[in-house]
Nanobody, 128 residues
Framework: QVQLVESGGGSVQAGGSLRLSCAAS????????IAWFRQAPGKEREGVAS????????AHADSVQGRFTISQDNARNTVYLQMNSLKPEDTAMYYC?????????????????????WGHGTQVTVSS
């Protein structure tokens, strides 16, 4: 049984940093795609960052490029999202999602169709 458990959210001031963790138990596939999504109140869910095939490649949304970094610790089955230079517009519930695909491009594009498993989310609040 696959379980995704997020942690690390919280409240910070603009310019601050947080590191989110996603512990992925029961999921360790060759063609794995693990991603972070976020959803703010009244807005659509958006892909933030993804890592494919245990770290073979990764992608970041334009809105977080240069500020957020996704990484994966295969020994711990954990994916991290380091968030620096946080802005009030980064405020959202952040979700970890996992799925399988042979096409790394669909992982990089945060294609929602490939994500079969979702965590419950962790709240990030950035104040100005």
């Amino acid at each position: 049984q696959v379980q995704l458990v997020e942690s690390g959210g919280g409240s910070v001031q603009a310019g601050g940093s947080l590191r989110l963790s996603c512990a992925a138990s029961g999921f360790n596939d060759r063609n794995s795609c693990i991603a972070w999504f976020r959803q703010a109140p009244g807005k659509e869910r958006e892909g933030v960052a993804s890592v494919y095939n245990g770290g073979a490649n990764w992608a970041h949304a334009d809105s977080v490029q240069g500020r957020f970094t996704i990484s994966q610790d295969n020994a711990r089955n954990t994916v991290y999202l380091q968030m620096n230079s946080l802005k009030p517009e980064d405020t959202a519930m952040y979700y970890c999602a996992a799925g399988r695909t042979r096409n790394g491009g669909t992982c990089n594009a945060f294609n929602p169709k490939i994500f079969d498993y979702w965590g419950h989310g962790t709240q990030v609040t950035v104040s100005s």
